[in-house]
Antibody, heavy 120, light 110 residues
Framework: QVQLQESGPGLVKPSQTLSLTCTVS??????????WNWIRQPAGKGLEWIGR???????NYNPSLKSRVTILLDTSKNQFSLKLSSVTAADTAAYYC????????????WGQGPLVTVST | QSVLTQPPSASGTPGQRVTISCSGS????????VYWYQQLPGAAPKLLIY???QRPSGVPDRISGSKSGTSASLAISGLRSEDEADYYC???????????FGGGTKLTVL
C-alpha cells in the first residue's frame, strides 16, 4: 500500500527558505501516471494549492507563489520536495503532499500535513 | 479570496438532505470537471466526488455531485452525525494553469 510522508523543519525563520520532502513508500514514484502535489492549509482556514510535478519532471505552480516555489523530483530516493523562499508569517500552515491520479485527476493519497511555523 | 466560491457554513438535522454550492467561472468549472473533498478535524482531505458526479469506491450513494454551467453542487442525503466536516470544491483553472479551491463549507449536523 502506497503511503506519503512529509518531513522537514517545523520552524523556519522569516526571510529564510522552507524545505520539505515527501517520501513515497510502498511503490515507485516514477511508475504510473501521477502528478505529485504540494497543498497547504493555514490553521482554521482553507486549502491552497502550491504546485505539482509530473513523473517526467514537468511542473505547474500557483501563480501567486510561483516566484518563490521550486518542486523537484528525486527518483533515486523515491521522494519529491518543496522549497519556498523568502517566507513570512503568512506562510505558516500545514503542508500536505498529495498524489494526483492523472487519468482522472483527483488527489487519491495524502500525507499527514505537518505544521510549519514561520517565526523568529 | 478563493477563486471558487462556497458558502462558509451549512447545516441540517439527521436524515435531512443538504446541498453545498460552488461557483466558479468559464476558465474553471465552466470548462472542466469539479471535485469534492471532505475534511474531518485534524485529518487530511478525502475524495468524495470526481469528474463532477462520479463517486469513488467506498463513498455511499447518498452523496452525489452535479454541475451546471459555471456552478456545481454537492448533495448529502440521509444526513448523519459523521458527515459533520469541512467540504471543499476543487477545479483545474485553464487561465491560471493550476488547481483552484473553494474556501470550504463547514457542515454542522444539528
Amino acid at each position: 500500500q502506497v503511503q506519503l510522508q512529509e518531513s522537514g523543519p517545523g520552524l523556519v525563520k522569516p526571510s529564510q527558505t522552507l524545505s520539505l520532502t515527501c517520501t513515497v513508500s510502498g511503490g515507485s514514484i516514477s511508475s504510473g501516471s501521477y502528478y505529485w502535489n504540494w497543498i497547504r492549509q493555514p490553521a482554521g482556514k482553507g486549502l491552497e494549492w502550491i504546485g505539482r510535478i509530473y513523473t517526467s519532471g514537468s511542473t505547474n505552480y500557483n501563480p501567486s507563489l510561483k516566484s518563490r516555489v521550486t518542486i523537484l523530483l528525486d527518483t533515486s530516493k523515491n521522494q519529491f520536495s518543496l522549497k519556498l523562499s523568502s517566507v513570512t508569517a503568512a506562510d505558516t500552515a500545514a503542508y500536505y503532499c498529495a498524489r494526483e491520479y492523472e487519468p482522472q485527476n483527483y488527489f487519491d493519497l495524502w500525507g499527514q500535513g505537518p505544521l510549519v511555523t514561520v517565526s523568529t | 479570496q478563493s477563486v471558487l466560491t462556497q458558502p462558509p457554513s451549512a447545516s441540517g438535522t439527521p436524515g435531512q438532505r443538504v446541498t453545498i454550492s460552488c461557483s466558479g467561472s468559464s476558465s474553471n468549472i465552466g470548462s472542466i470537471y469539479v471535485y469534492w473533498y471532505q475534511q474531518l478535524p485534524g485529518a487530511a482531505p478525502k475524495l468524495l466526488i470526481y469528474r463532477s458526479n462520479q463517486r469513488p469506491s467506498g463513498v455511499p450513494d447518498r452523496i452525489s455531485g452535479s454541475k451546471s454551467g459555471t456552478s456545481a453542487s454537492l448533495a448529502i442525503s440521509g444526513l448523519r452525525s459523521e458527515d459533520e466536516a469541512d467540504y471543499y470544491c476543487v477545479a483545474w483553472d485553464d487561465r491560471l494553469s493550476g488547481w483552484v479551491f473553494g474556501g470550504g463549507t463547514k457542515l454542522t449536523v444539528l
